[in-house]
Structure formats: C-alpha cells, structure tokens
C-alpha cells in the first residue's frame, strides 16, 4: 500500500502534465477535428461532423487525368477534391522513401565503422553523433548555402570533379558531353534529394542505437563464421544484420515517423522556384492552421489523417517484422 | 512535510505558468491601454516617440506598448494567440490587407468610440486612400497611422558601370514608359568577362504582387470596380504577365532562383550586383546609411497603356470589439492625438513611411521621401477582398510555375481563373 502510494507520489506531477500538456490537446484536437472553426474566435465553431474528413479525402472519380495532371493522380485514379493536401502527402512519401534508406544506411556504416577496437575511438564516436545535436536553423542555412548552384562547395565539387574526368578522358582521346550540376534547392526534382540529403548528415542517433545493438553480438559468432571462411559480406549479412534486426526496426519506425514529421528544415528552405517540391504534410498543416483565415479544424483533421497512417504503418511494420527479426541477442 | 511539499509543487506550478497568470490580470487591468505594433526598430523608435508626446501631454493616460519585433506573419501570428486566448491589445497596428479577416468578430467600427463630429473631423484629415484603406462596408475600422508607396530604386554606381560598356545613358524621366524600363533594364544587365554569367543584372525581380503597379500601367487588374468579378484576362493581363515572366525567363535581366547566392534584394542592390528595384520608402533609411548615400536615384513606376500607377498600403490602429468602457475615453483621446501634426511630422522623421494627413505639405519633408509623396497623386490602393490572403497564396504558388518557363501565360490565367476561391468567389462578369 505505501509503495503504491510512493509511486503515484512520484507519478503525479508527469500525470498533470501529461493530462494538461498532451492528453488535453490531443482530445481538444480530436473534437476539433469534426468542427469548422476559423477566424481567431472559439464561439465560432460549429460542428461539421466528417465534412473535413471529406473535404480533405474525397476523389473525383469521374475526372479523365490528362498527361500535364500530377503523377500522384495517376496514383489515385483520379482528381482529389483537395489536390494541395494529396501533392503534400505524396512529396511527404517520395522524401521519407529517399530520406529513410539513406539517412539509416549512412548510419549503419558508420556505425560498423566506429564499432573497431581503435585507440581514440571514443573521439569518432564522439564527433559523428555531435551533428544529431548540434542540427537548428544555423545548420540548415550553412547547408542552403553548401547548396547553392552557382556558389554552393557541393557543385564546386562536382563541376570541379567533372573537368578532373574529362580531363582524364580527354588524354584517351575521348570527351564528355556537356552538363549542368542539379540546381538543388532552387528545382522542383532536385529539392528532395537535397533536402534527404542533408537530413542524413544528422543520422547520429540512428548511428548510436546501431552501434549499442553491434556491440551485444556476441564476439564467438565472428569468430566461428571466420573458421568457416565466411567473407565479410556473409559475416554481415548472415550474422550481423539478424542480430541487430531489432535495432533496425526500431531507428526504421522512428526514422520514417521523423521524416514524415519534417517541418523546420523544409519550411526553412523553401523557395517559390521548387514549385511545391518542399510542400511537406506539416508544412501544409502549419498553412491551414496558423497562416490566416486559420483553418483549425481542416488542420486537426490532417493531424489526425496523418496519426492514423503512422499508427498504421507502424502496426504492419510490426507484424512484418515478425518474419525477419531475431530477438534472441544476449551480451 | 506534506503540506510543505504542496506550497513548493504549488509555487513551481504557478511559476511555470506565470505568463498566462500574469496575462489573465493585465487583461482585467482597465486602467492602462494596451497597444500592440511591429515593424523594425526604427519603426520601435518612432512608436516611442510618439508615445513619449502622448504622455507629455496626457500623463493621466497610461498607454503600454506591445511591440513585435518583425513583420507581417510573426506580429500577425502574435495576434492570433492573443485574440484566442482572451486577451486581445485594446488598440493594434494592422495593414489594410489584414483588415477583413478581423472586421466581423474582433474590431470595434469607430462610430461607436468617437463622437459623429470627431471621425468627420478625422476623416476629412486624411488623404483619401488612407481613409478608405480601412474601411469595410462603408464603416471606419481604424485610424491610419502611416503609408507607403512603391517605387524603382536605381543604383546610379551599376548605372555608371553600365555606362562604361554602352556609353553615356539617358537617366529615366519622370514620364519614362514600359519599353524605357525594360530597354534600360537590358542596359543594365552586364556579362563583363564574357563567361555567360553576369556580373550585373539590372533589375530584381520581384514578388508578383509589388509588380502589380506595372499590371495597372498596363491597363491589367485583378477585380472590377465593385471587386465582385474577376478580370485578370484577356490582352491586357496577357502582356503584363508576359512581361513578368519575361524579365526573368526570355530577357533574363533579372537573377534567377539562386544565381545570386542567398543575397537578398536590398544587399544585392546596395552592392551593385542589381541596379534597379521596386521597393517602398521603408528602404530609403538603409539605403541613406549606405556608402549609396546620394548614389541612388528614385524614379516612378515606368508609364503603360493604362497610364501610371503605383501601389499604396496603410498600417493603422484598430480597436478591439469588447473596449473596457472605463478607457474608451483613453483610447478615444489617443487615437485624435494620433492625427496632430507633431505625430505626422515624427512618421516623417522616420523617413521610413509618410503620414495620412492631407496637410502634409506643410510639414517638413526630408529630401529622400519627397518622390513618394509627390506619387501620392497617382497612388492607388490595392483592391482587398475577404478571400485577399488566400488569392495571394494561390497566385504566389501558380506564379512559380509559370516562372519556371513551363507554362504559357494563358494557360498561367486559365488556370488561375478555374482556381476554386475564384471560381466560385469572384466570377467572371
């Protein structure tokens, strides 16, 4: 009795601000989510039911889709009643498939890079998670203008780079043609990439979890897959990858949740000649509910669209997960 | 120990929420006016003053400035969270393009705070843009405070460069045409090492809706008269947006998306890298405190077919619906003082904006905002709507698509005309 009375002692103040800080405003944005309100005045709410559901959901069937259509209506089969919000998901999805992959590859080889027996190795560590909690605003610009086509040090690189090539082949008599580096931030194809790009830059947490699953596999298991002459692809394949599986579903559901939460980054770096190519779901939330006339419940019901996807897509990962992750890991 | 424990969960939990504590109060606090206002710190400076005077001569009033920092979407946003949660500034600063989406639920018409004599009083005060920049529906919601117009800036050092390569230049008259702009535009455009890429470009292009002075010039608008139809199409508007999309795509006298760096367009013409921008007085205080001090020239929106026009907008105080009666007397007091010639002359001072008044020529006007007030004369507001916020975003982002190069201007209206807001807003007449 006491020690259930010294639990809640330490519980309740998490419980308040549990119930005023978060349960509060995701049962007030559920409720908000069936009514229109706009104009900056809570007496002003009516009750709409599914309407916003609707608005946002609904697809006209009947529309022929034409070439000059966005492909995401090929997607759909037809034309959405609320186009914006469905060429926000659909970039949301193309950068979270770009960004996911990338970001946790990157991380999983430096996590195999740091997990060496190497003096100083604590200094590495150190240093490639630094990026994970250094990112904000300052980063992002120094990255807008690493960018940039004309002055930016990524196409000083790569034209400097391809001069180097053709130089090369230049002496065996051949040439290459002539080309352009990507106008990164400033193209509608090019933004994501970028924007992917410098996502994976901060993959230090990923990096980290990787490299604390990489450190339970027991050492013996190495050593009987090199008795066995097994190559350092099947050792990785066939025996590091099953034992950190775990690991790796955890940084892929909470990589793709972050990703699909990318706000500051992409509204940072837009710019009106990538024509929507940033227009991420957040970003178009953040337009319906704090750019005027502030569509409050429109943006609770995308909240709640996008909640019930993530839920989702994190119910089939796990279910899927079941085939091919191995849990069986002890130190 | 127990109850210990409670006053210090108690004071911690108080702490942490004193902003919405404190805010509770002041709003029930009705012996002071609460004044909210944005804008850079000079802007800051120039509330200060006025308040200062304000104060001088009514100590018995205490008016307590809020001010935001910033422009536009931070005060704004500010506003917003204000008016949720109850505690809305008694008096704020807002720009005409603001003022539908307040009028219905959060201002108070100044019929209902100010005598019959005093607003005719008032009204008759200022110029008539200003008193019809915030009106809605024939009621006066606000008081302007100040205004500005826009205009070209022309960097005479880029001109010089120019100048160098095409021999002497005629500067532009005050009657100078489209073709004129646009031919001292290619003049001004300069690839000195001849690698393809200029050094020098002659003008920036600019958001679409500071460009709509040349729309009007052209003889182009985007609602009739009584802003019910929607008429940006046919030739008129085809030539204005083709000139728009021109600039940067065909005549390429404008830098495009990223060639500049992330220059912005007052740093890109205070270097020389631009020479010509449209901008409005608020610019003349930079550029006076540049090394371009007396190397600039400020010249009107170039002449069209339909004659010569210039973009106009107002920020003025409006008052909140649910004024405590106890300092309407207060705000009244301040929103008549607003209009004396020692607040005017101080907005002149500022060189940053010009005041509403009509007797302004009898005020001392500093040489740099003496262009912007004479274009007074031609000046002429831009047409607000209910649905003004969500057109701007939509034509914004179709804007980026025919500036890409991939669409035609008629296809660019088209489009724009079947747009949903319009469509069923704004039809065609």
Redesign the interface.
Known sequence: MRTQRSIWQFLW?WVIGFTLLQLGPILFSAGLSFCECT??????IHWVGWKNYEQLLAIDYSYTITPKDPASWTWLGGRPQNPRFFHALFNTLIYTIMSVPLSLTIALLLAQLLHQPLRGISFFRTAYYLPYFIGGVGTI?VW??MF????GWINLSLITGYKMIGQAIGWLGFSLPEWQPP?W??D?LWCKPALALMDSWSCGGAMLIFLAALCLVPRHLYDAARLEGAGRWTTFRQITLPLISPALLFNIITATITATRTFSDAFLLQ??????GLLLIMIYLY?QA?????HWGYASAITWILAAMLLLFSIVSLLLSRRWIYYEVRG | MRWLKLSTALLLTSWLFQELLLSRFQSFDTSTIRLAFYGNYQDYQTWQVILQLFHAQHPEIKIIPEYTPGFGGEYEGRLQRQILAGNTPDLFLLQDESLPYYVDNHLLPLNKLLTPEDLEILTQAWVTTARESLRWDDVQYGVPVSGGCLLIYLNLQALQQAEQIHGPLRLPTDEWTIEQFLQLARQLTLDKDGDGRCEQFGFWHPWWGYFQSFFWSIGADLFDASRSHWVMNGPAAEQAWQLYQDLLCVEKVCPAPGELGQMRQDIAFLSGRVAMVINGPWFIPLVENSSLKGQYRVMPIPRGPGGRWTRLTWDGLVVRKDLPEQIQQEARTFLLFLNSSDVQQVILNSQRFFPPGNTIGKLTVAPPLQPFIEALAYARLHQITPHWKDINKLISRRVSTLLSGKQSVAEFLNELANEPVIRQNYPAP
């Open positions: 103040p104009g900056n005045d809570w007496k002003q610009l807008q203008w940039n086509p004309e002055t106008r931030l400033y509608p710019h009106w000649s990538q024509q929507d337009e704090f750019e005027l006339p502030n």
